[in-house]
């Protein structure tokens, strides 16, 4: 599956950590939230980047205080109506302060990429390359959003009472 | 009543022009159905019995009559000419065409409407009391919050795909006309020591398979926390709601299985996070949402109009209507009309393209260019001087809109039922036709008084059968439609569950038992006592032994 | 009245994609809005090969969520078993004017 990051297809340079494997990898490894619990030291002195993959049961909460350790959070999307790692996202961003890559995977179709840029996602593991032509367009559908979120768009409330500053 | 600013009037058409892509790929193939389908719902489309169905949103039940006009307008243009209004306050198209339904969409962004998600998974109609910023016993006018509600759930990026449904609802009287209590959010204005106003905010109500009471769960939050307190339970509720079972997905099966306490405290865990942050209210927020709702320009009016008087004293027929269909109004000399959409042989709650002109009509002259959609299926003209009552009566009559049956027993809520749902086991529009023409004559409906039947041609309850004070529950018997009775339903503020009274009856047989039932409470009821105060005095007893008495 | 044996007898069933009518398969591959017009058959294979034939047509973009549907022939005239599909034939029961016409209804001219 294309992997869309900036609106553009780029390689994707991560590797998952194999089931049952003693060797890490070099390089990029993506790790499970079970491979990390269960080999956190032998992974903390892996001396490329981590990442991790969260499955949409398993929330950022448990892996908060570790973050500093990942540059990429993977978050799934098993079905078009799971929609648990819109909060994932919103929480690893606005509260938990994780500045990585957070990295949607599992299928994305265009319809859902404005709602996972609002809620904090940079990169898309997208289910075709109908997704990628549409990037531009689905990212210009809309001008402007009621309600603030991460990715540091001014809700519409705000902009109204600057816009009535100004007037006023 | 709110008005679109430039802001309002882009969101909207951006999104019919997303929609109108959607369709546009969707007639293509680039979307197959099963990717539609979750974007069609966001959009209020459905694929029902006969045809595709789309539902339209009246924010809060409240209406222009332009809008209402454009209303009028989609249903003859589009569609068979009439319209269906629903227990949520919405108006449902029984027969859009996929291909023209990009059109409609723009037609209504054109008066300020839309069919943002009246479907799907996702944050639903924020539904309001129908006498809202007119009755004579409200606090506050509930429809500021219901508006700021409103533009903070549309396409929320984070709560776009709930476990399930979500429905909210608010009410700004002690006296609940909104059923806040059987509501996933409800929220009830209140005033605390200090004068000042709030909600109190209640969880986990609903109907359905499971009908459930909500809890309270802050009995004060202060205004300026509302949109972060709701954006907590959202929260809570999209990470822990179940995503296995359709059936268990709704907040109050996790409020029941998380238990109250600990719910409320995953709550506020998470609110104490997020409170105070950009999701405050300020009070300039707020006041500006407020100038939409001020109230209209009422004369300085006598209560008493002697002229009114008169004719109500003449005109028994005059008379009759205003008892049932007329509510007391906070400005003296005005008055709340309730217009009747359960005419004797009609589908309940529908509304030919006429009908709908002549309310726009009357509600530019004499309403104060406001109507209502009121969850009984209703409509409502909020606003209307005493002494124009009689001409209002007349109108409506005139139009098949004056049957004085509002709150009595031919007042009838039912869902579409099998006629046209399929979801549905069993119909329930002609049980509920049936009824009204058992019940025909209306001076007796008069002497029945207040009495409030359901009816639900499946489990979904979208009729709201548990909440009536008499509820039928269509259900599939061996393929036969049979219907299961419950009584001592509420869904004001002494909410209530009905209970089944017994074996079920089938579609010839349901309409002697319902006479049954009005005839025992009639035998047993004491002077001025309603429905369920007979039955809480008398029990159940009574009624089962009519009922099933000659077998 | 004859009635034919009516665990297996079935129909193909859908919806236009465009127009959301209902719609019945017929002998000939087309979809038509009256029941009476549809093909049946009692012989499973028969049926599997109609709801292909349907499969087909959702991925053309004509129809969408086909399904069979069992019916009886009385009199040479088909009628669903339940009363759902009854009704999603004729049209709601509560509105006159929403009912097919019963031109529909001519008995059909030869078995299916």
């Known amino acids: ?168 | 009543m709110y008005r679109y600013d430039e802001f309002d009037a882009a969101f909207v058409q951006q999104r019919v022009k997303q929609f109108r892509g959607q369709v546009k790929r969707r007639l293509s193939g680039e979307l197959s159905e099963e990717e539609f389908r979750p974007l069609r719902l966001m959009n209020g489309l459905y694929l029902q019995l006969h045809a595709y169905m789309l539902r339209v949103a009246v924010p809060y039940g409240t209406l222009s009559s332009k809008q209402m006009r454009m209303l009028a307008d989609i249903a003859e243009k589009y569609d068979r000419g009439y319209g269906h209004f629903t227990t949520r306050q919405n108006i449902q198209y029984n027969w859009p065409k996929l291909e023209d339904v990009p059109d409609i969409l723009d037609d209504l962004a054109s008066v300020e409407m839309h069919a943002i998600q009246t479907s799907g998974n996702c944050i639903r109609n924020v539904t309001a009391d129908h006498f809202a910023g007119a009755a004579a016993d409200e606090i506050e006018d509930p429809r500021v919050y219901a508006e700021i509600m409103r533009q903070w759930s549309s396409l929320h990026p984070e709560f776009s795909f709930l476990p399930r449904k979500f429905k909210i609802a608010i009410t700004g009287a002690p006296n609940d006309r909104a059923a806040v209590r059987f509501h996933d959010i409800g929220l009830q204005i209140r005033r605390n020591e200090d004068g000042e106003t709030g909600f109190e905010v209640i969880v986990g109500g609903g109907l359905g398979r499971t009908p459930v009471i909500g809890t309270t769960i802050r009995k004060f939050l202060p205004k300026q926390h509302l949109l972060s307190y709701l954006e907590a339970i959202l929260r809570v509720y999209n990470q822990l709601g179940r995503r296995d079972n359709l059936y268990k997905a709704r907040i109050k099966i996790l409020v029941q299985q998380t238990g109250a306490e600990a719910f409320k405290d995953l709550v506020e865990d998470e609110w104490l996070q997020i409170k105070d942050g950009a999701l405050t209210l300020p009070a300039e927020e707020i006041a500006h949402i407020e100038t939409y709702f001020a109230p209209p320009a009422f004369e300085t009016l006598d209560a008493n109009q002697p002229a009114f008087e008169a004719r109500r004293f003449e005109d028994r027929d005059f008379a009759r209507w205003v008892r049932s269909n007329v509510t007391a109004h906070r400005a003296p000399g005005y008055a709340c009309v309730t217009v009747s959409l359960k005419p004797e042989g009609e589908a309940p709650g529908d509304a030919s393209a006429g009908q709908m002109r002549a309310v726009a009509d009357l509600a530019e002259r004499l309403s104060f260019d406001e109507i209502r959609v009121s969850h009984e299926q209703n409509l409502v003209l909020p606003h209307v001087k005493v002494t124009d009552l009689a001409e209002v009566w007349e109108t409506l009559a005139a139009h098949g809109l004056g049957t004085p049956n509002v709150g009595l027993v031919s007042d009838i809520i039912a869902c579409p039922g099998l006629d046209y749902c399929n979801l549905a086991n069993a119909r329930s529009i002609p049980v509920a036709q049936r009824i009204t023409q058992r019940f025909s004559d209306l001076k007796r409906q008069h002497e029945i008084g207040d009495l409030k039947i359901k009816i639900s041609g499946c489990i979904n309850a979208c009729g709201h059968h548990h909440v009536g004070h008499i509820g039928i529950l269509g259900v599939d018997k061996k393929g036969e439609e049979f219907y299961q009775i419950t009584l001592g339903g509420s869904a004001d503020e002494n909410a209530a569950v009905g209970k089944i009274i017994g074996p079920a009856f089938s579609y010839d047989d349901v309409v002697d038992a319902i006479d049954s039932i009005v005839a025992t409470y009639l035998e047993q009821r004491r002077e001025g006592e309603r429905f369920n105060d007979t039955l809480a005095r008398v029990g159940q007893a009574p009624f089962k032994e009519k009922l099933y008495a000659a077998a | 009245m004859s009635r034919k044996s009516t665990t297996s007898l079935q129909a193909v069933t859908a919806n236009r994609l465009r127009e959301g009518d209902v719609v019945y398969l017929t002998a000939s591959g087309t979809w038509s809005l009256h029941l009476n017009e549809s093909r049946i058959s009692e012989d499973p294979t028969v049926v599997e090969e109609m709801l292909a034939k349907a499969a087909e047509d959702v991925a053309a973009r004509l129809v969408i969520s086909p399904y069979a549907m069992p019916v009886a022939e009385i009199d040479g005239i088909l009628q669903p078993l339940s009363t759902r599909e009854v009704i999603r034939a004729a049209g709601p029961t509560v509105r006159a004017d929403h009912r097919k016409t019963q031109s529909a209804l001519k008995p059909r001219s030869r078995a299916a």
């Open chain 1, 1 to 168: 599956m294309p992997l869309l990051k900036d609106g553009e297809v780029v390689e994707n340079i991560w590797t998952p950590l194999a089931e049952d494997s003693d060797a890490v990898p070099e390089g990029n490894v993506i790790v499970t939230l079970e491979q990390w619990q269960d080999g956190r030291e032998r992974l903390r002195g892996h001396n490329g980047r981590l990442g991790l993959r969260l499955r949409s049961d398993q929330s950022p909460a448990q892996i908060a205080d570790d973050l500093q350790h990942f540059d990429l959070v993977a978050l799934e999307f098993p079905r078009f109506g799971d929609g648990r790692a819109y909060s994932y996202a919103r929480l690893l961003r606005e509260r938990y302060g994780f500045k990585g890559e957070l990295r949607a995977v599992g299928n994305v179709l265009r319809d859902q990429l404005a709602f996972m840029v609002r809620c904090g996602f940079d990169s898309f593991e997208v289910a075709n390359d109908k997704a990628v032509e549409a990037w531009r367009e689905a990212m210009a559908e809309f001008t402007q959003w009621y309600q603030p979120t991460g990715n540091s768009r001014a809700s519409l409330g705000a902009l109204r009472r600057g816009a009535s500053h100004k007037a006023g």
